[in-house]
C-alpha cells in the first residue's frame, strides 16, 4: 500500500510540474527547470552520504572493532539477500541511526553511540533492519527523484514571481497573470507536502522490513518508543536539513510543525507494527 502510495505521490508530482512548466513557457520552460533541478541533485545523489557521514564526524568501524554490530547487520543482510554495507558509529550521545548509499552496493548504516548503549540487542536488530529496508528500497533514489522534480517546480515559480516583479507578465498572456501568480504561491507549497508525504510512505515501508527482517515488529517498536523518549531528553548535534536521514526525528517538532515532519506520528508507527505483531506477521 505505501509503495503504491509512492507511485501515486511521484506521478501528482509530475503532474504539478508538468502544468506549471506549460502555464510558464511550455515545454521549453519545464525542460529548462528539469535539467536545472537534475544537475542540481546529481551531486547530492552520488556525494550525499559522505557529506552526511562528515557532517556528523561518523567513524568507520571494522568486525574487530564492533563485533557484535558487525554480526547484527551480516545477520540481517543475510535474510534480506543485501551486500555488507560500510558500518560507522556517530559519536554522539542521542540514539539515532541513519542509512545513506545511492545504491545497495554503495550503501553504509551509521548509528549513533547513544543508541548502541541505549538499545538492546532486539531492539538494534529493529532498528538496524529498518535502515537496511531504506537501502533495500533504493529510498535514496525515490527521494532524489522527488527532490529533483520539486526543485523543478520551485524554479519555475521562482521564474514566475521574477517576471511579475521586473513585467514580464501581462493580461494579454494566454494565461491570465493572476493564475501564474496563484500558481507560484501554491505550487511550492504543494511540492513540500508531496514530498513530506513521500517520505512519510517509505518511513512505514522502512518499518515494515525491520520488522520482517529481525524477526519480530515488537523489536522495532520497543525501539521507537526509547528513541522518540531519549530524542525529547538529550539534545542532538546537527542540522535539521538531515533529519530525514535518521529513523526518528532528532530535532523535535511541536504544534503545526509536526504536520511539517519528514516522519510519520511514532504513536501511529508503533501501532501499526504492534498490529503486524498481533497478525503473526
Known amino acids: 500500500m ?3 502510495k509512492t507511485v ?3 506521478t501528482l508530482l509530475t503532474g504539478l510540474f508538468i502544468i ?11 525542460t529548462l527547470a528539469f535539467i536545472f533541478a537534475l544537475l542540481m541533485n546529481f551531486f547530492s545523489y552520488f556525494f550525499s552520504d559522505k ?3 562528515t ?11 564492533a563485533p557484535e554490530l558487525y554480526a547484527i547487520v551480516k545477520t540481517l543482510c543475510e535474510r534480506a539477500n543485501l551486500p555488507m554495507p560500510r558500518i560507522y ?4 550521545a542521542a540514539p539515532n541511526a541513519f542509512a545513506t548509499g545511492r545504491s545497495p552496493r554503495h550503501a553504509a548504516v551509521a548509528v549513533t553511540q547513544g543508541a548502541l548503549e541505549l538499545l538492546t540487542r532486539e531492539e538494534l536488530m529493529g532498528v538496524l533492519g529498518h535502515e537496511l529496508g531504506h537501502i533495500k528500497h533504493r529510498d535514496i533514489l525515490i527521494s532524489t527523484i522527488a527532490a529533483t522534480i520539486a526543485g523543478a517546480i520551485m524554479f519555475l515559480a521562482d521564474m514566475i514571481k521574477w517576471a511579475a516583479i521586473f513585467g514580464g507578465l501581462s493580461g494579454d498572456d494566454d494565461d491570465h497573470p493572476i493564475i501564474l501568480l496563484a500558481m507560484a504561491i501554491f505550487a511550492p507549497f504543494a511540492a513540500m507536502l508531496i514530498q513530506l508525504a513521500i517520505s512519510r510512505a517509505r518511513e512505514y515501508e522502512a ?3 525491520g520488522a520482517i527482517y529481525s524477526g ?6 520497543s525501539a521507537l518508543e526509547k528513541l522518540d523518549a531519549y530524542a525529547k531528553q538529550i539534545p542532538f548535534r546537527g542540522s535539521p536539513a538531515t533529519e530525514n536521514l535518521f529513523i526518528v526525528n532528532p530535532f523535535s517538532s511541536k504544534g503545526l510543525m509536526t504536520l511539517f515532519s519528514t516522519h510519520p506520528p511514532i504513536e501511529e508507527r508503533i501501532k501499526r507494527l504492534r498490529e503486524m505483531a498481533a497478525n503473526g506477521v
Open 2 to 4: 505505501n509503495t503504491l
Open 8 to 10: 501515486f505521490f511521484l
Open 20 to 30: 506549471i512548466g506549460d502555464m510558464l513557457g511550455g515545454h521549453a520552460g519545464a
Open 51 to 53: 557529506i552526511a557521514l
Open 55 to 65: 557532517m556528523y564526524r561518523a567513524r568507520p568501524v571494522s568486525q574487530e572493532e
Open 89 to 92: 558509529i556517530i559519536p554522539q
Open 207 to 209: 518499518d515494515k522490513a
Open 216 to 221: 519480530n515488529p515488537l523489536y522495532l517498536a
